[in-house]
């Protein structure tokens, strides 16, 4: 689904969009606040909020992506690298030197028992960069790949964990495989047996990358002839008022999804919004919830003018086919406890911006 605002706020606005709460537009200019209430865009008379400017032909200059050559060249090197293995493309047969890169497994003990933070599997860790503590990376020069080793170190005093500072362990490390030299020389018998469809060979992997690339600086370019075209569109338009209950309904679901996304990284939704948005949290959902409310009064307003409203059939049948394509037996278990309305704004702003875009007249520049 493209996601309702079409810049950095995608994750919040996928879980605004199908919020499903909110108050009834009564006709007459008030709202209801129960909580049987809808604010379904489609019972409203949204033409005494927004007085509609000309949205057909819109002008838009927009930017064209193409592919970085530097960007192209270290996904290839990022793919190559990524896939090598011990059994395929890895060194194996010398030992561990200064400079090496290796990938390790390793698991570290106090008094024999494993503490936060000291294994992992997997790792790649170039020998003599100082990234871990003193002794671990001396103490796999001259392993072979494939042994295991013990290391008996101790963290220094001024070790940032108390629990660990100052305090002896024991690493055990596996070495796996020695990284070969990142010096842009690919094999295509190695390349071969990454299991990627249809590359067997350097050539076949550049042009991997380069399709991926192209696929996601094309995407780019749509996203932002949308937003453009949703620019131009919205500046046309001139809006008496807005309807608190929608209002609220965008600024509740926002805050819950954006408390939820800081509650992921450990901070609190004001530090989230100050980081990404620059705003505190009550300025951000104050603006972003009436630009979300006007924008979907003006869009809802097209959909009217032209005939783009989603019927029952047709949303039913959407809902089908999504069902169907995430595996789920009926459209309930699919929605679960969002309403069908919310499902039906969702699709029309898809429907109605793709009918903004394609009646606009689009400069590359």
Partial sequence: MKKKTLGL??????????????????????????????????????????????????????????????????LVNNVYYENITAENGGIMDRAVETGDTVNIDYEGKKDDVAFDGGTAQGYDLTIGSGSFIAGFEDGLIGVMPGETVDLDLTFPENYGNSDLAGQAVVFTVTVNYIQPAQDGEFSDEVISNFGIDGVTNEEELRQYAYDYLNENAQQNYETNVQQAVMDAFMANNTFTSVPEALVQKYSDAAESSITSMASAYGVDADTFTQYYYGQDLATFLSTYAEQTAKQDIALQAVANKENLNISDEEL??????????AGYDTIEEYIGETSREDYREYFLYDKVLDYLVENAQITNN
Wanted: hydrophobic share 35%.
């Fill in 316 to 325: 039913d049948q959407m809902l089908q086919d999504r069902a169907t394509a």
């Fill in 9 to 74: 706020l995608a994750a919040i606005l996928s879980v605004c969009m199908l919020a499903g709460c909110g108050a009834k537009d009564t006709g007459n200019g008030s709202e209801t606040g129960t909580a049987t209430d809808s604010t379904a865009l489609k019972d409203m008379d949204v033409d005494k909020y927004v007085t509609l400017g000309e949205y057909k032909g819109l002008a838009a200059s927009v930017d064209t992506v193409e592919v970085d050559e530097d960007e192209w060249d270290t």
